[in-house]
């Protein structure tokens, strides 16, 4: 028997693995209040067309929101042999309305009809992020605001660099979501244009109002391009590489949250809600939460490679390799989601280790720029030979087994005559860090007030300053 909704031109089912390979119902289900709001408008706007009347609108609107509550409740029987949400809500629909649920379908097509589902989707899922992003901001500006004097060593190389502080390092990755949130935001206005109404890939004859459907639906305008509005799978694209683009970011911070928590450096503490331990050894606790979500960085970046792929070779218009573009953004929302909440809590649960940090930003000679730039100042030595004499006291000092600050000034005047007992000063870490005043330093003064605009700016719901 052929199906149902599409078999007039057909006499025969489908083989039991062409319906295995062509149903999405399994995944696309996850549409059906996308789809659901999508066919009132549709069909709203054919009664306003005058191509519906209103008995037959109001008893497919009513219809619909009844097969709404039905998947909400957990009572709709999702069967296989319609292939897909759109054809399982019709056929549904037809059952508790009668012929009538054929006309919602006029002067659309499952290609509009879905690209319009897909498009409602993203738009939600962007707006889902900005939201998790937002509070992960909240997180960080406040610990940067609760410890902008909190010394640490800062790395290059994963080797000591100069003395930096934690505040300082919380608010880099404020700046880092800023930009993620307005890569969201820039996709979202890509995203948010209506292509229900181009049915199959030409228009239609009959006299529709697309501006109505795009409107009730919240779109800013309906796609200019039939032929565009079916095809175009770039808006999917461009969400993905900026949920890519993210979780690199979630993934940066995890692994230095690994590293801060490991004994080799315990910097931070994280309570037992967001660690665990092991099965044999009773000493162990884990920052799983941390690697997992290093871990879901490689799905997300999957799915937007494989939908890349997919997508890099079709021609136009609608093919049906494009039903492989909703589990990859499925996989790719439910990572980033979940990534973005155990970051979030990770981060509000975090507390350093202050005393710990700060012996280790007085390790590897840390100040040895603060020296450098003290010879350009005061002994006025263009700074290459400064950084020369420095780099030669350094070595002297690590001979004698000593750091700079307790490196005998008779010793540093053997290697550079010009140097008084007044350098003494700028190797102390603490006047170190305050000294890096530029704009966007490091400096104790710099991060408060940073940490202060920040949280100023975030509690607007604004995406940056």
């Keep these: 028997m052929a199906n149902k909704m599409w078999g007039g031109r057909f006499e025969t089912k489908p083989a039991e693995i062409m319906e295995e390979i062509n149903a999405s119902l399994s995944f696309d289900r996850r549409f059906y209040a996308e789809d659901i709001r999508a066919s ?60 009538v649920a054929g006309k919602l379908h006029t002067a659309r097509s499952r290609n509009d009809q879905v690209a319009t589902d897909f498009r409602l989707y993203v738009r939600g899922a962007i707006d889902h992020f900005d939201g998790q992003l937002l509070g992960l901001q909240r997180a960080l500006a406040r610990k940067a605001q609760a410890h902008a004097a909190t010394l640490m060593p800062g790395f290059t190389h994963m080797q000591t660099a ?42 239609t004859s009959f006299p529709i109002d697309r501006h109505m459907t795009a409107a009730e639906l919240g779109f800013e305008r309906p796609m200019a391009n039939s032929l565009d509005a079916v095809s175009a799978r770039d808006f999917a ?79 136009l218009a609608y093919s049906k390799d494009m039903q492989e573009d909703k589990e990859a953004m499925f996989t790719a929302a439910d990572a980033l989601s979940l990534g973005l909440a155990a970051m979030t809590g990770m981060i509000e ?31 006025k030595l263009p ?25 005998p000034l008779a010793a ?8 008084d007992a007044s350098v003494f000063e700028v190797l102390d870490i603490e006047k170190s860090a305050a000294s890096r005043r530029s704009f966007g330093g490091t400096a104790p003064e710099n991060v408060r007030e940073a940490a202060k605009i920040w949280l100023k700016i975030l509690e607007s719901g604004e995406t940056s300053g």
């Design 40 to 99: 009132q408008a549709h069909a709203n706007m054919l009664c306003a067309c005058g191509i519906l009347t209103d008995e037959e609108a109001e008893a497919i609107v009513k219809g619909l929101s009844a097969v709404r509550e039905e998947i909400a409740e957990g009572r709709f029987e999702f069967r296989r042999e319609y292939e897909d949400i759109h054809m399982a809500v019709e056929a549904r629909l037809k059952e508790l309305i009668g012929p």
């Design 162 to 203: 100069q003395p930096v502080t934690f505040g300082h390092h919380c608010l880099a990755y404020v700046e880092m979501l800023a930009r993620d949130r307005g890569r969201f935001a820039d996709a979202r206005r890509r995203v948010n244009e209506s292509p229900l109404g181009a049915a199959a890939l030409a228009g």
């Design 237 to 315: 694209l461009e969400t993905l590489a900026a949920a890519a683009i993210c979780a690199t970011h979630l993934s940066r911070l995890a692994e230095e949250i690994v590293i801060w928590f490991s004994a080799g450096f315990g910097f931070i503490r994280l309570s037992d809600r967001f660690t665990t331990g092991s099965s044999i050894m009773p000493q162990k606790r884990n920052p799983d939460a941390a690697e997992l979500v290093r871990a879901k960085a490689g799905r997300i970046a999957g799915a937007f490679a494989s939908l890349l792929i997919v997508m890099k070779g079709l021609p």
């Design 349 to 379: 649960d975090m507390e350093p280790d202050a005393a710990k940090m700060r012996a280790a930003a007085s390790l590897g000679f840390s100040t040895a720029t603060d020296l450098a730039d003290w010879l350009v100042l005061h002994a």
């Design 383 to 407: 700074f290459r030979e400064a950084h020369h004499a420095t780099g030669r006291i350094v070595k002297a000092a690590e001979k004698a087994g000593t750091d700079l600050a307790h490196f």
């Design 412 to 419: 540093m005047k053997k290697i550079e005559p010009g140097i």
